[in-house]
């Protein structure tokens, strides 16, 4: 920063002396967390559906996680995200999905209102409802209003979403004071959330403290985690656009004229600006830290700190297989992986799979029995009848429509164990093409009398499918294209629950080595395709063989227990951000 700052004064004016220098030094940062002082944590995407909040896929799904994590831990944690009144569903209507939205009235989920707070947008005064739920040493702290829209409603540059972005930053941090709470740290799940940490440098530039010592101490006390590859693909705000939304909120003109100097071409990214207000800066597994491909605004590329995701295995692991791992010393108390948890993997016979896994399997069957597939059929598997899934979100490089590339090949599989296949995932609302991909899978599988009845597609994706075929099918299948995901956890809810994986090696699944599961490699997409085939093969003899569905399991976890452990994640943050 080379000009002069538009307000100068002294740093005796601040009240907060012994906080700003503690900051610098960042040491003894960890006493700094209290009730009144708790870590925070901003996502516009909360995936909690028993809170009455629904997501999108694993940003929330994580947001949801981390925050329960904490709740075990006894951290004082603070998550704040936009409670949205309305949320979408998806059913079939022949061949084809459609939304649905359904509205969702925050007090039947024991939210509290709190009081009100503004924000200004497009030359109106917007009245934001701040609502509370607290949970042990946590909370959930929500901003909402009967026209906020759906999460990811619109498109990503357009104004209704600066409005959410905007609304959860300023009338977040709003909230904060409201409720007499003060940032120990700021982590910001995802550059849409950068709004709270200007809002933060906002209100200390404008509150007395010096421009630059307001920025160094935002930046000390903010943790931008990135979950994108690449910069280049992230939506732009406009000029324009600023000065209707974000500048009516700003009380400081030093904070104004810094962000109005980071423009290129009357454009701004978010990421762009969230890398110079956060001096702590994370990828979610090892691998997407590294490839991560971010410049900052002098052109330096910005190096990420890795903390793998993990899950929240009350969650997400069936009980009598977490009790499991709790009687054999697999775990400890908060889900970290015990000490020679790796030997004490050794005690898991065949025998215990089998029953385990048939006790998910009566979980399956009952999510099942209200849900149909795409010809209306309530499906049943007995224990003898072998599932395989595929449950994610479907986007274009997670592949949905690999396995099916060689009809003929996979029927053979499929025959040969008489297997099922369940297709399960959530189409974004407006994207064509997915849309179109899984409309001509369904059209083809239906030609064939042995597919039809043996390939399924479950609409309406969400936390009760995925925990249900983690815990109910055989094996999970995950083929992104290598070098896009960027962690992904639904095949740690399948690991934690005794399915093989199939998996190209990618996002934290390439945290351990390819050794470590069914792993689908080649150069080729016909490579892959012909290594995913082999890989099904495998599974399904594995699980005709004592021995190997043993080794195989033992395998798998001996290898991501800790990378799947929510705690080793949250302590993963807790060493980053306040360092011994
Ligand atoms: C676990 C989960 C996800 C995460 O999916 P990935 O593809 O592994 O990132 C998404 N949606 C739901 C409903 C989930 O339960």
């Not at 995802?190 to 200390?204: C, I, K, N, P, Q």
């Not at 920025?215 to 693909?233: C, D, G, S």
Request: proline share 3%.
């Amino acid at each position: 920063m080379q000009e002069e700052p538009y307000f100068y004064h002294p740093l005796e004016n601040i009240e907060d002396i012994d906080e700003f220098e503690t900051a610098v030094e960042r040491t003894h940062l960890t006493k700094g967390l209290s009730k009144e002082r708790p870590y925070t944590y901003w996502t516009l995407e909360l995936y909690d559906q028993e809170n009455g909040i629904r997501g999108g896929g694993g940003l929330g799904v994580l947001a949801a996680d981390t925050r329960r994590i904490a709740e075990q831990m006894g951290v004082d944690f603070a998550l704040i995200t936009p409670f949205y009144p309305s949320e979408p569903h998806q059913v079939m209507q022949g061949e084809t999905v459609v939304d649905e939205h359904v509205p969702v009235d925050y007090r039947n989920f024991g939210f509290k209102y709190i009081d009100s707070v503004n924000v200004k947008c497009a030359g109106n005064l917007c009245h934001l409802d701040v609502i509370e739920k607290c949970f042990r040493s946590t909370r959930i702290i929500c901003i909402t209003e009967p026209n906020f829209g759906e999460l990811y409603s619109g498109m990503s540059g357009s104004d209704h979403r600066l409005y959410q972005e905007v609304s959860l930053g300023f009338g977040g941090y709003a909230a904060l004071k409201l409720l007499g709470l003060k940032p120990a740290i700021m982590q910001l799940n995802e550059v849409a959330t950068f709004f709270a940490a200007l809002s933060r440098l906002d209100e200390l530039a404008s509150n007395g403290m010096d421009f630059y010592e307001a920025v160094v101490y935002t930046r000390k006390h903010t943790l931008y985690t990135n979950h994108t590859l690449v910069q280049a693909a992230e939506a732009e705000f406009s000029e324009e656009q600023f000065e209707r939304f974000v500048y009516p909120n700003l009380k400081s003109p030093a904070v104004r004229k810094w962000i109005k100097d980071k423009f290129v071409n009357g454009k701004l990214k978010l990421s762009s600006v969230a890398i110079e207000i956060a001096e702590l800066r994370s990828g979610v597994s090892k691998l997407h830290a590294r490839v991560a491909n971010y410049h900052d605004i002098a052109g330096n590329k910005v190096k990420f700190k890795a903390v793998t995701n993990g899950i929240d295995m009350n969650k997400w692991v069936l009980p009598s297989i977490l009790k499991f791992y709790h009687e054999n010393n697999i775990v400890d108390n908060i889900n970290y992986p015990a000490n020679n948890f790796v030997d004490n993997l050794g005690c898991i016979t065949a025998e215990q799979i089998r029953s385990l896994k048939s006790e998910g399997r009566k979980i399956l069957n009952e999510v099942l029995s209200s849900r149909p597939d795409q010809n209306g059929v309530f499906l049943h598997f007995n224990d003898d009848e072998f599932v395989f899934d595929f449950k994610r979100r479907f986007v274009d490089y997670k592949r949905p429509e690999l396995p099916f590339k060689d009809l003929n090949r996979l029927k053979a599989i499929l025959e040969s164990a008489n297997a099922h296949y369940i297709l399960a995932g959530r189409i974004h609302t407006g994207d064509h093409n997915m849309a179109e991909k899984l409309h001509k899978i369904l059209h083809e599988i239906k030609k064939d009398d042995y597919l039809s009845t043996h390939v399924h597609y479950i609409a309406d994706y969400d936390e009760k499918l995925a925990f249900a075929l983690s815990c109910g099918s055989n094996v999970a299948i995950n083929v992104p294209i290598v070098g896009l995901e960027a962690c992904g956890t639904s095949w740690m809810k399948d690991i934690a629950n005794l399915n093989l994986l199939i998996s190209t090696h990618d996002g934290g699944v390439a945290d351990a080595s390819s050794e470590n599961y069914l792993s689908v490699r080649g150069s080729t997409e016909d490579d892959e395709l012909g290594e995913l085939y082999r890989r099904m093969e495998e599974a399904i003899a594995a699980w005709q063989n004592d021995f190997d569905l043993e080794f195989l399991i033992q395998k798998q976890l001996a290898a991501y227990i800790p990378v799947i452990s929510g705690s080793r994640m949250m302590r993963d943050y807790l060493d980053y951000l306040f360092p011994a």
